[in-house]
């Protein structure tokens, strides 16, 4: 069974609009984090969360907007969707969120028209 | 973090040995090197880190240079599967700082021949 779980898997916008990524996560994990990779550019880190709080945000819009219910979950919301977004967000989640191992999901592949 | 430096690409055959070099010569001592590789379309996979002493697991064998300022992973038996972008990453070591991040290159891609 998959440990990280992420939704939709594909997802397709159109400019200006708003959508929410979904991450879940069963292995009994305290910290989660976003990624991003954009088209042949190296996984890029936006996020990190402990305990549900912020711990590092190293995105420069506010755009993007992290939530947290649960401990075992990190949603990302987007609004005002533009074209240069288009990436695949990967959500991740290690033990602690100090320096211990990260494992990663499957990704969600966004595609903003 | 510090930096790594890593091949742009090898090339193997099924069955072959594989040796993937890591240069991180501005490493500190409190920098853990790991390991994560990556095939299209799919997330990264942890395969394995270190401190200072060689470690292996079911899917590698890291050997870690006296200095600390090299790497190599080594990949025993290599099959198609083992086809992906390998990433060597320095990971400070458990602080009040630290926030997780961890910051990928480009990698080595690793390209395995039948």
């Known amino acids: 069974d998959p440990k990280i779980i992420q939704k939709p898997k594909y997802l397709v916008a159109v400019t200006g609009s708003e959508k929410i990524l979904i991450c879940e996560q069963y292995l009994g994990h305290n910290a989660m984090y976003w990624y991003r990779q954009s088209a042949k550019k190296p996984l890029e880190f936006m996020f990190s969360y402990s305990y549900q709080k912020l711990m590092d945000n190293q995105t420069a819009s506010s755009r993007f907007q992290p939530q947290s219910s649960k401990k075992n979950h990190l949603d990302l919301q987007i609004t005002a969707l533009k074209p240069d977004d288009s990436a695949t967000y990967f959500c991740?989640?290690?033990?602690?969120?100090?320096?211990?191992?990260?494992?990663f999901g499957p990704g969600t592949r966004l595609l903003v028209l | 973090d510090a930096k790594t430096t890593q091949p742009d690409s090898m090339e193997s055959t099924e069955g072959e040995t594989v040796h993937l070099p890591c240069s991180h010569a501005?490493?500190?001592?409190?920098?853990?090197i790991y390991w994560y590789r990556q095939v299209p379309l799919q997330g990264p996979e942890y395969v394995t880190h270190?401190?200072?002493q060689n470690t292996t697991n079911s899917m590698a064998f890291l050997a870690i240079a006296s200095d600390r300022k090299s790497s190599t992973l080594i990949l025993p038996h290599v099959s198609l599967r083992d086809a992906a972008v390998y990433h060597c990453i320095l990971r400070v070591a458990s602080t009040g700082a630290n926030t997780g991040k961890l910051t990928f290159g480009h990698g080595t891609i690793l390209r395995v021949h039948p």
């Open positions: 501005t490493i500190s001592g409190n920098e853990y």
């Open positions: 991740a989640s290690s033990q602690t969120g100090r320096g211990d191992t990260q494992y």
């Open positions: 270190g401190l200072q």
